[in-house]
C-alpha cells in the first residue's frame, strides 16, 4: 500500500502502516494526559493559595520546581527511551507523573505539594522525549514536522480537559480531586506497553551506549549546537510558562488586583476557548515548517506571540479579549511543534531520545524561574503588567534562533555508529560532523 503513494503527497495520514498509527496515537494520548496533569495545578492555585495559607509568589515557586525537576526526568527517562526502548520509557514515565498527581491531591501542605509536583516533573519530563523520538522514528522525513504538530497538539487537548476537569471536579468535591483524577493516565501506561513496538531505526543502531557513553556523545559531539537549542528553548519557554501558568489567575483574579474580574467557571470557559486558537498553532507550525522551513517558522511564529501579549494585557471588551487571546494562544504555543523534529534530526539514533528530553527539558527547567518572577512581580505591579514582560522572552527566542540554529528541514535521521568528530562544514549532508553514507533513508515501507 505504501508504494501507491505518491512522495509529493502533503497528506501525512495516506499510507500510514499500523505500526505508524500506534506509535502516533500513544505518544499523542502519552502528550494530551501529561499535560493535564502538569497544568491542573495553574487551575487550582487559588484554592491552593487560600486552604495552605500561602502567597502567589510561594505557588509559584513551587510551579517552578516542577520544571525544574522534569530537566532531571527528561535525561533519566531519555537516556533508558535509547537504552531500553521508546515505549519501555514511555510507560515509566507516565506511571511517575501519575502517582506524582496522586500525590499532590493527597497532601497537606506547601512543602509536601512541592515534593508530589517534583515526582509529576520527572514523569512530564521524561515523556515528551521518549514519545518524540518513537513518532519521528517511525514516521517519513517528508511529513516529520506535521506528524509531529498533531502529536503536539494533544497539549492543547490536556490544557483544556485540565480546566474541564477543574470546572467539572472542583466546585463539587474541592482542588484536591481535580488531582486525583489526573491518576486516569496510569491505565494508558499498559496500552502503550502492549501494543506499540518499538522503531525499527532504535532497533538497528546497535550497541547501546552507556549513561557516560551517552553523555559524552550528547556533550562533546557538537557542543555549539547543543547549546543554541538549549538557549532558544529555554528563551522560548520562559515567554510560555511565564504567560500561561498565570493566565487562569488573570482572569479569575479582581480587576482591582490588575486581573479580569472572571468567575472560576467563566476563567475555565475562556481557557478552554485559547487552546482552540493553541491547537491551531500547533498543527499549523507542523505545515509551515515542513514548507518553508524550520528557522523560518520558529522565528516568525516568535516574533508574532510577542507582538500578541502586550495587546492581549490592554484590550478591553469580551470579543477583543477572546480574539487577541486566541491567537497569541495559537502564535505564543505553536511553536512547540518544531522541537521534536528539529532536535530529531540533529542528533543521531544513539542519544536521540536523550538529546531531545535533555535540550527540552533543560530550556524548560531554565525557564522555572519565569512564573515566580511573574508571580512576585504581580504582587506589586498586578498580574497582567507582570505578564506583558514575558513578549521579551518570545522575540530573545527569535533572534537565537534567526542567527544561530542550523536549518533541517528534510534531512533524514542519521545513526552515529559510524561517525567521526569532523566539523559541521565536512559533512557532505549539512549534519555536523556525520558523513552522507550514515543516513537512516525513508524507505517505502516507512510511509
Given at each position: 500500500?505504501?508504494?501507491?503513494?505518491?512522495?509529493?503527497?502533503?497528506?501525512?495520514?495516506?499510507?500510514?502502516?499500523?505500526?505508524?498509527?500506534?506509535?502516533?496515537?500513544?505518544?499523542?494520548?502519552?502528550?494530551?494526559?501529561?499535560?493535564?496533569?502538569l497544568?491542573?495545578?495553574?487551575?487550582?492555585?487559588?484554592?491552593?493559595?487560600?486552604?495552605?495559607?500561602?502567597?502567589?509568589?510561594?505557588?509559584?515557586?513551587?510551579?517552578?520546581?516542577?520544571?525544574?525537576?522534569?530537566?532531571?526526568?527528561?535525561?533519566?527517562?531519555?537516556?533508558?527511551?535509547?537504552?531500553?526502548?521508546?515505549?519501555?520509557?514511555m510507560?515509566?514515565?507516565?506511571?511517575?507523573?501519575?502517582?506524582?498527581?496522586?500525590?499532590?491531591?493527597?497532601?497537606?501542605?506547601?512543602?509536601?505539594?512541592?515534593?508530589?509536583?517534583?515526582?509529576?516533573?520527572?514523569?512530564?519530563?521524561?515523556?515528551?522525549?521518549?514519545?518524540?523520538?518513537?513518532?519521528?522514528?517511525?514516521?517519513?522525513?517528508?511529513?516529520?514536522?506535521?506528524?509531529?504538530?498533531?502529536?503536539?497538539?494533544?497539549?492543547?487537548?490536556?490544557?483544556a480537559?485540565?480546566?474541564?476537569?477543574?470546572?467539572?471536579?472542583?466546585?463539587?468535591?474541592?482542588?484536591?480531586?481535580?488531582?486525583?483524577v489526573?491518576?486516569?493516565?496510569?491505565?494508558?501506561?499498559?496500552?502503550?506497553?502492549?501494543?506499540?513496538?518499538?522503531?525499527?531505526?532504535?532497533?538497528?543502531?546497535?550497541?547501546?551506549?552507556?549513561?557516560?557513553?551517552?553523555?559524552?556523545?550528547?556533550?562533546?559531539?557538537?557542543?555549539?549546537?547543543?547549546?543554541?537549542?538549549?538557549?532558544?528553548?529555554?528563551?522560548?519557554?520562559?515567554?510560555?510558562?511565564?504567560?500561561?501558568?498565570?493566565?487562569?489567575?488573570?482572569?479569575?483574579?479582581?480587576?482591582?488586583?490588575?486581573?479580569?474580574?472572571?468567575?472560576?467557571?467563566?476563567?475555565t470557559?475562556?481557557?478552554?476557548?485559547?487552546?482552540?486558537?493553541?491547537a491551531?498553532?500547533?498543527?499549523?507550525?507542523?505545515?509551515v515548517?515542513?514548507?518553508?522551513?524550520?528557522?523560518?517558522?520558529?522565528?516568525?511564529?516568535?516574533?508574532?506571540a510577542?507582538?500578541?501579549?502586550?495587546?492581549?494585557?490592554?484590550?478591553?471588551?469580551?470579543?477583543?479579549?477572546?480574539?487577541?487571546?486566541?491567537?497569541?494562544?495559537?502564535?505564543?504555543?505553536?511553536?512547540?511543534?518544531?522541537?521534536?523534529?528539529?532536535?530529531?534530526?540533529l542528533?543521531?539514533?544513539?542519544?536521540?531520545?536523550?538529546?531531545?528530553?535533555?535540550?527540552?527539558?533543560?530550556?524548560?527547567?531554565?525557564?522555572?524561574?519565569?512564573?515566580?518572577?511573574?508571580?512576585?512581580?504581580?504582587?506589586?505591579?498586578?498580574?497582567?503588567?507582570?505578564?506583558?514582560?514575558?513578549?521579551?522572552?518570545?522575540?530573545?527566542?527569535?533572534?537565537?534562533?534567526?542567527?544561530?540554529?542550523?536549518?533541517?528541514?528534510?534531512?533524514?535521521?542519521?545513526?552515529?555508529?559510524?561517525?567521526?568528530?569532523?566539523?559541521?562544514?565536512?559533512?557532505?549532508?549539512?549534519?555536523?560532523?556525520?558523513?552522507?553514507?550514515?543516513?537512516?533513508?525513508?524507505?517505502?515501507?516507512?510511509?
Amino acid at each position: 500500500m505504501g508504494d501507491a503513494v505518491s512522495p509529493t503527497d502533503n497528506r501525512w495520514y495516506r499510507g500510514a502502516t499500523r505500526d505508524q498509527w500506534r506509535a502516533f496515537w500513544s505518544a499523542y494520548l502519552g502528550w494530551m494526559l501529561d499535560v493535564m496533569d502538569l497544568v491542573i495545578f495553574s487551575m487550582v492555585i487559588v484554592y491552593v493559595i487560600s486552604d495552605f495559607g500561602s502567597d502567589r509568589g510561594t505557588a509559584g515557586l513551587v510551579a517552578s520546581f516542577t520544571l525544574l525537576a522534569s530537566a532531571v526526568g527528561g535525561v533519566v527517562f531519555g537516556y533508558l527511551a535509547d537504552r531500553i526502548g521508546r515505549t519501555r520509557s514511555m510507560v515509566l514515565s507516565i506511571l511517575c507523573y501519575s502517582l506524582g498527581t496522586l500525590l499532590c491531591g493527597l497532601s497537606t501542605g506547601m512543602a509536601m505539594l512541592l515534593v508530589a509536583r517534583l515526582v509529576v516533573g520527572l514523569g512530564v519530563g521524561g515523556e515528551w522525549g521518549a514519545g518524540t523520538a518513537l513518532v519521528t522514528e517511525t514516521w517519513p522525513a517528508r511529513h516529520r514536522g506535521k506528524v509531529i504538530a498533531w502529536v503536539q497538539s494533544a497539549f492543547a487537548s490536556g490544557y483544556a480537559l485540565a480546566a474541564l476537569v477543574t470546572a467539572l471536579v472542583v466546585p463539587a468535591l474541592g482542588w484536591r480531586w481535580a488531582f486525583i483524577v489526573g491518576v486516569a493516565p496510569a491505565a494508558l501506561a499498559f496500552f502503550v506497553r502492549r501494543h506499540t513496538a518499538e522503531p525499527a531505526v532504535w532497533a538497528e543502531a546497535g550497541e547501546r551506549l552507556g549513561p557516560k557513553q551517552a553523555m559524552r556523545v550528547l556533550l562533546t559531539r557538537n557542543p555549539k549546537v547543543l547549546v543554541v537549542c538549549i538557549l532558544f528553548a529555554a528563551a522560548a519557554m520562559c515567554g510560555y510558562w511565564g504567560l500561561f501558568t498565570w493566565i487562569p489567575n488573570y482572569l479569575a483574579s479582581p480587576v482591582s488586583e490588575g486581573g479580569r474580574g472572571l468567575g472560576v467557571l467563566s476563567s475555565t470557559t475562556w481557557i478552554v476557548i485559547l487552546q482552540v486558537g493553541a491547537a491551531v498553532g500547533f498543527v499549523s507550525f507542523g505545515y509551515v515548517a515542513d514548507r518553508v522551513g524550520r528557522k523560518i517558522a520558529f522565528v516568525a511564529y516568535f516574533v508574532l506571540a510577542a507582538l500578541c501579549v502586550p495587546v492581549f494585557v490592554l484590550v478591553d471588551g469580551t470579543a477583543l479579549i477572546l480574539t487577541v487571546g486566541a491567537v497569541m494562544a495559537l502564535f505564543g504555543t505553536g511553536f512547540y511543534s518544531g522541537f521534536g523534529p528539529a532536535l530529531a534530526e540533529l542528533f543521531p539514533t544513539e542519544v536521540r531520545a536523550l538529546a531531545q528530553g535533555f535540550v527540552y527539558n533543560t530550556g524548560r527547567a531554565a525557564s522555572a524561574f519565569a512564573p515566580a518572577m511573574v508571580g512576585f512581580a504581580a504582587s506589586s505591579l498586578g498580574v497582567g503588567t507582570a505578564m506583558a514582560t514575558t513578549a521579551g522572552f518570545y522575540l530573545l527566542a527569535a533572534v537565537i534562533v534567526a542567527f544561530f540554529l542550523p536549518e533541517t528541514r528534510g534531512r533524514e535521521l542519521m545513526s552515529g555508529r559510524q561517525e567521526t568528530p569532523t566539523a559541521a562544514e565536512d559533512a557532505p549532508d549539512g549534519y555536523p560532523g556525520v558523513p552522507q553514507r550514515n543516513r537512516v533513508p525513508d524507505t517505502p515501507d516507512a510511509r
